[in-house]
C-alpha cells in the first residue's frame, strides 16, 4: 500500500513487559526488506501520545505500527485519531483498531483462537494434563482495512490487496 515506505515507527507500551518484545518481532522483518524502526515508547496511566507522535514526524516516519497493550488499547480512539491528523498510515494487531479509525490490520483470527481455546479446555475438564496438550499456533488470519482513512491519507488501495481482505470499511 505504501510502495517505497522506508522509515516506520512502533508505539509501544514502556510499562508493559511484552513492549520489547512486541518491538523485536519487526527488527528481522524490518531489516530484509531494508526499512529503519523507531521505537515509540508511552506510559501509562495517561500516555503522552502527542510527544510520541510529535517524535515519529520529527524522525520523518512515513507509517506507524502500534503493539497492542491494555493502555494502548484503551486510547485506541485518540491514537487513530492523531495518527490520521498527522497523515501516518497505522497498522495494528485487530480489527477493532480499524473500526476506531486505524487503516489496518492483519492479526489471529479472535474468534477462531477462543473457539480452539475453548477445546483445549474441554479436554482439560475432562482430564487431560495441560502439558501433554500440543502448543499451536493460529492458522487463520484477518485482513481489514479503512478505505476512509486510506482516502483520508490519499493512499490508493490496491485492488488486489481490496480482493483478499476479509473486511473492508467504507
Do not use: C
Request: glycine share 6%.
Amino acid at each position: 500500500m505504501i510502495p517505497k515506505l522506508a522509515r516506520v515507527g512502533i508505539l509501544v507500551d514502556a510499562g508493559e513487559p511484552v513492549a520489547a518484545t512486541g518491538y523485536r518481532d519487526y527488527e528481522a522483518p524490518a531489516r530484509a526488506l531494508q526499512m529503519e524502526l523507531r521505537s515509540l515508547e508511552v506510559r501509562g496511566p495517561d500516555p503522552d501520545l502527542d510527544a510520541a507522535i510529535k517524535a515519529a514526524l520529527e524522525w520523518h516516519a512515513e507509517a506507524l505500527i502500534i503493539v497492542t497493550s491494555a493502555l494502548l488499547f484503551s486510547h485506541r480512539k485518540a491514537i487513530a485519531d492523531l495518527a490520521l491528523k498527522s497523515r501516518l498510515p497505522t497498522a495494528y494487531h485487530g480489527s477493532d483498531w480499524v473500526v476506531a479509525g486505524g487503516l489496518m490490520s492483519y492479526s489471529a483470527d479472535d474468534l477462531a483462537v477462543f473457539r480452539r481455546a475453548a477445546y483445549y479446555i474441554h479436554r482439560i475438564l475432562k482430564g487431560a494434563k495441560p502439558r501433554d496438550l500440543p502448543v499451536e499456533q493460529p492458522t487463520k488470519f484477518r485482513l481489514v482495512i479503512n478505505l476512509k482513512t486510506a482516502k483520508t491519507l490519499g493512499l490508493t488501495i490496491p485492488p488486489g490487496i481490496l480482493a483478499i481482505a476479509d473486511d473492508v470499511i467504507e
